[in-house]
Every structure is written in structure tokens, then in C-alpha cells.
């Protein structure tokens, strides 16, 4: 039911803002955008229960970190409307040694978007150039549809 999984991600990859590393010296942390796992949700806080994918150091169970619900968002969103140029957008980042994304995402401009939709230019915050990267790497920020209301 929606009451107990309002973004019906339990059990799935999300995009989740989360304070990295968990349990660190509060100097040492940050809020960062990564691929997570949604493992539960608190209905009464209205927060989602998150892991880490793919945690510093490596982990074999990841701490839970509960999470806002405008701190979560589907991820890769296969029903999201398609992006528009201008947009802004939660992106992961293309490594070019690796050519695999990195599992962090990041701020970036939609510059440009494929004929069908499915490849879109970024313009990451801080990048001299726009990278091509699958529409399905990126994601709305939640937070800015909060902020919008």
C-alpha cells in the first residue's frame, strides 16, 4: 500500500542523499547523493531506511541511515517524463579511465537531450564541457520539488 511505501522503492535502487562516512568525526562528513538500497520505511517519520551500494570501506552490511522522503528518488526512473535542456539534475558521473559511472551522483544542467530521449548532454557543476551519459544515470532532485511547493 502507498501508506507503507509512498514511492514504492523498498527492495530497490534508489538515489538517496545520505551523511558519508556513517559514524564518522562529524568534520569528515558530507552529504552526498549515491546509489543506495531502500530496506524499509518509518510511516510514522515519514523516512525511508537506506544502505549504502557500494560503501567506503567496503562493508558486508552497510549501516541503515533513515532518510527523508525528499531525500530519496527511483533510481534509474524508467517512468520519469523525459528530460528537457536546462534542466537540472542529479547525474552520475562518467570515470574515463574505467569508462563505468561512479556510484555518487552530482549536480549537473541537461545542456542537450537525443532525438529519443534516452542520451543526454550534462553539464556537471565545475566541468569545462558537457558529457554524454544515459538519460537513466540521472535523476530530478526531490529536494528542489520540496523547496518548489
Known sequence: SPWSDPLQVIGRCVAARLLLPPGGPPSAQSW????????????????????????????????????????VARFPDLHARPFQAGENVLALWPDPSTNEMTTTFYPATVAAVSEDGTVVDVHFAGAEEAVAIYAHCAVRDPTADALAL
Not at 543506495?36 to 551500494?53: K, N, P, Q, S, W
Open 32 to 71: 552526498l547523493w549515491v546509489v543506495a538500497r531502500a530496506v524499509g520505511f518509518d510511516r510514522g517519520r515519514d523516512m525511508y531506511a537506506v544502505t549504502d551500494e557500494n560503501p567506503e570501506p567496503p562493508a558486508v552490511a552497510p549501516p541503515v541511515q533513515l532518510v527523508p522522503r525528499t531525500g
